[in-house]
């Protein structure tokens, strides 16, 4: 079982490593990289042109198995996961019922086995349900393969119970991920709090609802030790607060998504329940703070936040649709428009987000190409140009917000452990 890439240009943050070469991948693991390597009894892909990175992690993904089969599968979401270039995500825990016990967890990594495409690392719930009352079996779940906890979505509104889930996740060496919201301030809000909610007569949530709780979770993590995940940052004061925390030591990471860096809330102007997602689009000057977070190192990672939903709940009225896009297919592109063709990046630190910076976050066993490793790859185009057609997903939903955007920028194969698991069409 060998194959040998050649003539890419291998781009891999872990190791600094930035050069034209060939590499070598001997049962599923990285064997060698280097000029000229023999290709004696190796399958040959021909990369010249194309930039070769390990592959892609994505922290915060929403499967909707089990429960909600008729928005996505696993099946469907981790053949959509393979096309945007992610050999692994992180399947978050708000199913039907939620992965709160290790019965879920072990079904998760089963049918994710059955699928046979991306690596999947289940996100057991904090709380029993999520609904903030009782702890978790955060243990069980660990060994039955979690690797976080987080009752995303649903934030964890009473302090004290936060505090003993951090103190447990501590003492079983997990990362508590929090939906940073304070339900209170964000009074029910469907958008962001400012001149568009006004204008629009929609009711509006306050970023103060998600700074609040950042700070909260960075107090507590100080107090606790215990390791905080700031998910899908939004706004340029809770980036602030995660700054701050990382110059004092703090065990504190952040991530962001791709809609968070390229929109903000003047696109929710046409009704379009593709703008809707929770958090809310922020203000041009959150957004811009976002890339500059990017830009300094204190965001640490690019996650989708993937919350597919069926065509016929987003075509309810705006208030009343479900929050959520997806955003698995989209994510190189969009970010590579938004942080890399603005300048505001280079290609290798957005790399470095989507790769060891994420498997940083929550330890995983990916995200580089040193020799030895799981050889998960990721090879795409920086200078193709593709239209966002959301028919050709293949998700089994279509809520994007990037439908018929011109990106720069595309995945043309994804090997998981070796194995190609996705070829572009064309």
Known sequence: MKLLITGGKILDPSQGLE?????????????????????????????????????????????????????????????????????SVCSMPNTTPVNDNASITRYILDQARQANLANVFPVGAITRGSLGEELAEMAEMKAAGAVA??????????????????????????????????????????????????LLGLKGMSGAAEDSHVARDIMLAELTGARAHIMHISTARAVELV????????????????????????????????????PPLRSEEDRLALIEACADGTIDAIATDHAPHHADEKML?????????????????????????SGAVSVMRLVEMLTVGAARVFALPRGTLQKGAIADLTIFNPDAVWTVDP????????????ANWTLRGKVIATFVAGREVYRAEE
């Open 19 to 87: 050069k034209i070469a060939d590499l070598l991948i001997e049962d599923g693991r990285i064997a060698e990289i280097g000029n000229d390597l023999s290709s004696q009894g190796a399958a040959v892909f021909a990369a010249s042109g194309l930039l070769v990175a390990p592959g892609f992690i994505d922290l915060h993904v929403h499967l909707r198995e089990p429960g909600e089969e008729y928005k996505e599968t696993i099946a469907t979401g981790l053949q959509a996961a393979v096309a945007g270039g992610f050999t």
């Open 317 to 341: 009225e705006f208030d009343r649709a479900p929050f959520g896009v997806i955003g698995l297919e989209t994510a190189l592109g969009a970010c590579f428009k938004v942080l890399v063709e």
């Open 149 to 198: 906890v987080s009752d995303d979505g649903k934030p964890v509104m009473n302090a004290q119970v936060m505090r003993h889930a951090m103190e447990y996740a501590r003492d079983h060496d997990l990362v508590v991920a929090d939906h940073c919201q304070d339900n209170c301030l964000a009074a029910c809000g469907v958008m962001h709090e400012g001149k568009y909610s006004t």
């Open 391 to 402: 028919v050709k997903f293949k998700s089994k939903s279509r809520n994007t917000p990037f």
């Open 243 to 278: 700054r701050d925390a990382k110059r004092r030591g703090l065990p504190v990471t952040c991530e962001v998504t791709p809609h968070h860096l390229a929109l903000t809330d003047a696109e929710v102007l046409g009704f379009d329940a593709n703008t809707k997602m929770n």
